[in-house]
């Protein structure tokens, strides 16, 4: 009995997740319970240059001046090194695609054994990294030798359409997966290398917040709609559809905006940080208000326009789409970016007549909150990294 009064005394481990903007170092403590995580404390510190993002020397000392600040802030620099740590990036230096990979099997009569399986499983996940090498080099030029395969998942296996579990004892001819591929520029992956030095952890992970969107939808087969993450630099949109079906990304966020005020006020790039700020926070008159609405109201249609183009060119294989829209980080607080999401907008798309445009919440998780600071839209894209698969099945 006292052991095992001892067992259920015994303290939960914390996990570490900093996340990597182009323009802030996010941070959070939280914990892993049984049907939900514990999310105890939240931390943002601004990467004090625009645009720093990068692998140089001098923009490696900014960054980890931004990240010290995060952990003194989350007070877990005695303990740092000894915690498993969970890393994310922005698009600038991680990516994601998930591929479908058709297979034909000549045997189809017979059971799938454990070997064949294994072959099975290896040859999609060779094809689907295939697939992805040449979908960069077409859309970016990118060669193959500059990219970093990081990780490759299984996310589905269909059987003459029929959806398996396992592929174990199963027959069949036509087998269809899907593929989720974590990949970078071999180059621009070297900021991790020297960041886990600077940390000195043990134990330290890249994620991409669309393993931990994978796994909330598993897990919540009722979740559904296309989840924009607007950051600084980028956009990322994630379909959800009975698990997540696809994910893009296009380079417009919320620095347009920025630009835009500046350009038109005469305004140092910190100034119009500060200014957009307040602007979120409803701190401005009316006059000056109603300025920044009329000068950002093109720009939001400039972002909304290269949006409509991802979601065009998904149609044919994805239509319908959900009807719901949910925003999340922080280039989505601009308010006019919710108007222009209206259904008007959406006539030329597989999109049901009614469109409903949410932010993403705390509450749409399975979270618990001991943070005594707002988790807001910013926090939500870190916090989607708690969700991720700490280990992953290697095939």
Same mark, same amino acid.
């Given at each position: 009995?006292?052991?095992?009064?001892?067992?259920?005394?015994?303290?939960?481990?914390?996990?570490?997740?900093?996340?990597?903007?182009?323009?802030?170092?996010?941070?959070?403590?939280?914990?892993?319970?049984?049907? *939900?995580?514990?999310?105890?404390?939240?931390?943002?510190?601004?990467?004090?240059?625009?645009?720093?993002?990068?692998?140089?020397?001098?923009?490696?000392?900014?960054?980890?001046?931004?990240?010290?600040?995060?952990?003194?802030?989350?007070?877990?620099?005695?303990?740092?090194?000894?915690?498993?740590?969970?890393?994310?990036?922005?698009?600038?230096?991680?990516?994601? +695609?998930?591929?479908?990979?058709?297979?034909?099997?000549?045997?189809? /009569?017979?059971?799938?054994?454990?070997?064949?399986?294994?072959?099975?499983?290896?040859?999609?996940?060779?094809?689907?990294?295939?697939?992805?090498?040449?979908?960069?080099?077409?859309?970016?030029?990118?060669?193959?030798?500059?990219?970093?395969?990081?990780?490759?998942?299984?996310?589905?296996?269909?059987?003459?359409?029929?959806?398996?579990?396992?592929?174990?004892?199963?027959?069949?001819?036509?087998?269809?997966?899907?593929?989720?591929?974590?990949?970078?520029?071999?180059?621009?992956?070297?900021?991790?290398?020297?960041?886990?030095?600077?940390?000195?952890?043990?134990?330290?992970?890249?994620?991409?917040?669309?393993? @931990?969107?994978?796994?909330?939808?598993?897990?919540?087969?009722?979740?559904?709609?296309?989840?924009?993450?607007?950051?600084?630099?980028?956009?990322?949109?994630?379909?959800?559809?009975?698990?997540?079906?696809?994910?893009?990304?296009?380079?417009? @966020?919320?620095?347009?905006?920025?630009?835009?005020?500046?350009?038109?006020?005469?305004?140092?790039?910190?100034? @119009?940080?500060?200014?957009? +700020?307040?602007?979120?926070?409803?701190?401005?008159?009316?006059?000056?208000?109603?300025?920044?609405?009329?000068?950002?109201?093109?720009?939001?249609?400039?972002?909304?326009?290269?949006?409509?183009?991802?979601? +065009?060119?998904?149609?044919?294989?994805?239509?319908?789409? =959900?009807?719901?829209?949910?925003?999340? /980080?922080?280039?989505?607080?601009?308010?006019?970016?919710?108007? *222009?999401?209206?259904?008007?907008?959406?006539?030329?798309? =597989?999109?049901?007549?009614?469109?409903? *445009?949410?932010?993403?919440? *705390?509450?749409?998780?399975?979270?618990?909150?001991?943070?005594?600071?707002?988790?807001?839209?910013?926090?939500? =894209?870190?916090?989607?990294?708690?969700?991720?698969?700490?280990?992953?099945?290697?095939?």
């Amino acid at each position: 009995m006292k052991f095992l009064r001892f067992f259920r005394q015994r303290k939960q481990k914390d996990f570490l997740v900093l996340d990597f903007g182009t323009s802030s170092v996010k941070g959070l403590i939280f914990e892993k319970r049984a049907k *939900v995580n514990l999310i105890k404390k939240f931390s943002i510190k601004e990467i004090e240059k625009f645009g720093v993002l990068s692998a140089a020397d001098f923009d490696l000392a900014i960054i980890k001046k931004a990240t010290q600040k995060v952990i003194n802030e989350l007070e877990v620099q005695e303990r740092v090194w000894e915690m498993p740590i969970l890393v994310g990036f922005s698009p600038k230096i991680l990516k994601a +695609r998930i591929i479908k990979v058709p297979f034909r099997r000549k045997n189809k /009569g017979q059971k799938i054994t454990r070997e064949e399986e294994q072959r099975i499983y290896r040859s999609v996940l060779k094809k689907a990294e295939k697939q992805v090498a040449d979908q960069f080099q077409k859309e970016f030029g990118i060669i193959p030798q500059d990219l970093e395969i990081l990780k490759k998942e299984v996310l589905e296996n269909k059987i003459s359409g029929y959806d398996v579990r396992s592929l174990l004892g199963q027959t069949g001819e036509n087998l269809d997966f899907k593929v989720l591929v974590v990949l970078g520029l071999r180059d621009k992956l070297k900021i991790f290398q020297q960041l886990k030095s600077f940390l000195g952890a043990k134990d330290i992970n890249l994620f991409h917040e669309i393993e @931990g969107l994978v796994s909330v939808a598993a897990t919540n087969k009722k979740l559904a709609g296309i989840f924009l993450d607007i950051g600084k630099e980028f956009t990322q949109i994630f379909s959800v559809k009975k698990g997540v079906e696809w994910l893009e990304e296009f380079p417009t @966020g919320g620095a347009i905006f920025t630009r835009e005020i500046c350009q038109n006020l005469g305004l140092t790039e910190k100034e @119009g940080e500060d200014l957009k +700020r307040r602007f979120f926070k409803n701190q401005l008159s009316g006059g000056v208000r109603q300025r920044i609405e009329n000068l950002v109201s093109e720009t939001s249609k400039i972002w909304f326009s290269q949006l409509k183009e991802k979601l +065009r060119k998904k149609a044919k294989l994805y239509s319908p789409f =959900p009807n719901t829209f949910y925003l999340m /980080g922080g280039g989505s607080l601009f308010p006019d970016l919710k108007k *222009v999401l209206g259904e008007e907008n959406f006539r030329d798309l =597989p999109l049901p007549q009614v469109v409903k *445009v949410n932010f993403l919440r *705390v509450e749409d998780l399975p979270l618990e909150v001991q943070s005594s600071g707002s988790l807001g839209a910013q926090a939500l =894209p870190s916090i989607l990294l708690t969700f991720s698969k700490y280990a992953k099945k290697d095939y």
